[in-house]
């Protein structure tokens, strides 16, 4: 399935696509659900808006709004996904648009629901939560937003500008996946194709290095025809975030930013600072094993994806990966594999590579339908940890839609990547304890380190320490554009990487590849939740089935408690440093025993 040349939509396998129903059997019962929305807002609107003045009338109104809140995730879902595996069709993006009018008018109709309960005494929002314990979680953050919101007609016009608030995430995706076209590069007379998916999902690991290089060079130069585009896109969504950080008083927009994943700004800046400085000598070890390995002279950032052993990494079909993710994950227990089953065998994974199709994976869980995973297939056994990855999101929001309620089932964004990281961890756990063969189990603890832990603790860390100098630079009342942009990439893949990597022309423009910039303060939250699950892991590892039993009972929690009280609940203080110098020391460890596999190997 890993094709150079890549398909229409309409020309894939539709076998292996997604399948929509899941969510709404027809484009009529789509249309009667928003409908049905638009009333309802409008119901709440007459019905309540002026009179949230007692618990009763609060809860009543609070309980017709978790209705509305499932159709419009819902109808949000259904429009989102269609269009995420293919950004050129027209009908799609039509539906979307409409779609994200509605909601803007939906949402400014019952802006008045938060506005008004905001304005009571405290001692009125109490009896309602001590009245509705559905209603409770969602009431007490509403008090905790008291001294930061806005007055009514405010909220209402915000509430209504939304979908062009969200605009800078849109146009970035546009201009990704349909505008750029990157034809081909040639190396040594032959033509090969490129596009995002193929140079994130084939080039980047590709063992010949003039053809690796030139991928990387060919894809660099598209990047930059765009990056002045693309900076005005960001510099628009960063100053949007700035001046609502400004107007619901908040000292800088990482405080605000920080405000909605309820953990404070020590947490962040520990997760950015402990990682760049003891982290990065462990990973220079591993550039430099990989320079070894392939014999190059200098060890670019174009060749930081290669493998450790290029020849050995096993083909796998769909249906092969299917068993061994079962398998791997079967230790949640039966409720869970059952998941893994429907989710291949009822089409909740889109598998093919398409045109206009988003690139990387993601995990959609609309509340009321069942979850689901993109995904750019590439019959390579490391798509066996991607896929598991997405999966533990959806194991994550099977198990807290079943256990809560619309307004309890999402924890803090701070949270969400440790249920996904843990179950790569898992995987790897199956796969080493299921061969004795050396190369297999040096393949594994690489996969473990160049995705797992590159991904998560290194990709997205160092966006998160980009991200930081960006927010500071708005902080103070400057702008960032394309040099501003490149120059703080570079400073920061410097900072890292050190003489052990050269920064090649091209490697500045990575802040281009990421949509986690247009989704607040994201990046950082991937090493934050992976240091969870590796701790949870060796829990796992040293006392058995009870830290899965405690770990079952952190998902069912879903958004019920701060990520301070889902990590206690699995084990884990995430108060101190320990728990994250612990898993550096771990990354250290894993990277030491790859040197000794090759060592052992070699010989």
């Known amino acids: ?105 939906i949402e400014s109709r019952i802006s008045f629901i938060e506005s008004e309960i905001i304005e009571l005494d405290e001692e009125i929002i109490n009896q309602a939560i001590e009245e509705s314990k559905e209603n409770a979680n969602y009431l007490r953050k509403i008090i905790r937003k008291k001294k930061h919101a806005l007055l009514p007609e405010v909220e209402k016009t915000l509430s209504a500008l939304s979908s062009v608030l969200e605009a800078p995430y849109h146009i970035y995706n546009m201009a990704k996946l349909a505008d750029m076209d990157f034809g081909t590069f040639t190396v040594d007379g032959k033509d090969y194709p490129l596009s995002f998916a193929l140079f994130e999902g084939k080039w980047e690991y590709e063992n010949d290095t003039k053809v690796r290089r030139a991928a990387f060079e060919a894809f660099s130069k598209k990047l930059r025809e765009y990056q002045h585009t693309i900076a005005a896109v960001y510099q628009t969504q960063v100053q949007k975030e700035k001046t609502i950080a400004t107007l619901r008083k908040f000292d800088s927009v990482i405080d605000s930013l920080l405000f909605h994943q309820e953990v404070d700004r020590e947490l962040y800046d520990r997760q950015i600072d402990l990682i760049m400085e003891h982290l990065a000598p462990h990973m220079r070890k591993f550039a430099k094993l990989l320079q070894k390995i392939h014999g190059l002279e200098e060890m670019t950032f174009a060749d930081l994806k290669l493998e450790v052993d290029p020849e050995f990494e096993p083909e796998i079909t769909i249906e092969e990966a299917k068993k061994y993710i079962e398998e791997g994950l079967s230790v949640f227990g039966e409720d869970y594999r059952e998941m893994v089953r429907r989710a291949f065998e009822e089409r909740w994974i889109d598998f093919p590579q398409n045109k ?53 089932s999402r924890p803090s964004l701070y949270f969400i990547e440790a249920p996904s990281t843990m179950n790569e961890l898992l995987m790897a756990n199956y796969l080493m304890k299921n061969t004795q063969d050396k190369r297999m189990r040096r393949w594994v603890l690489f996969t473990l380190i160049s995705r797992t832990y590159y991904h998560n603790f290194v990709t997205h860390l160092l966006e998160a320490a980009y991200q930081r ?62 240091t969870i699950a590796t701790q949870v892991n060796k829990r796992f590892l040293q006392e058995g089935q009870k830290a899965l039993e405690d770990w079952k009972e952190v998902l069912k929690a879903g958004g019920t408690k701060t990520p301070v009280e889902l990590a206690k609940m699995a084990g884990v203080d995430i108060t101190t440093e320990k728990p994250l110098l612990d898993t550096i020391e771990y990354i250290g460890s894993v990277i030491d025993e790859i040197i000794e596999l090759t060592e052992e190997l070699g010989k």
């Open 1 to 105: 399935m890993l094709s150079t040349q890549l398909l229409e939509r309409k020309d894939v396998d539709v076998r292996l696509t997604w399948d929509l129903s899941g969510i709404f059997k027809t484009e009529k019962e789509y249309e009667e659900a928003v409908e049905e929305a638009q009333k309802l807002a409008k119901e709440l609107e007459e019905e309540f808006k002026g009179k949230l003045d007692a618990p009763q009338m609060i809860n009543n109104c609070l309980d017709k709004l978790k209705k509305l809140a499932q159709l419009m995730i819902l109808a949000g879902s259904y429009a989102h996904l269609a269009v995420s595996v293919d950004q050129t069709n027209t009908e799609n993006l039509q539906r979307r648009t409409i779609l994200s009018n509605i909601a803007s008018d």
């Open 469 to 530: 100098e960006v927010y500071r630079i708005i902080d103070k009342g400057g702008s960032v554009q394309a040099p501003t942009l490149n120059k703080i990439k570079r400073e920061v893949l410097e900072k890292f990487w050190g003489d052990a990597v050269k920064i090649n022309e091209g490697a500045e423009l990575t802040w281009m590849r990421q949509p986690h910039y247009y989704m607040g303060l994201y990046p950082y939250t991937y090493s934050a939740g992976l």
């Open 356 to 408: 206009g199709k988003s690139t990387g994976a993601f995990c959609s869980t609309p509340y009321g339908a069942h979850p689901f995973i993109l995904i750019n297939w590439t019959d390579r056994m490391r798509e066996v940890f991607v896929l598991s990855h997405e999966l533990g999101h959806a194991g994550h929001f099977y198990l807290a839609h079943q256990y809560q309620n619309i307004f309890d």
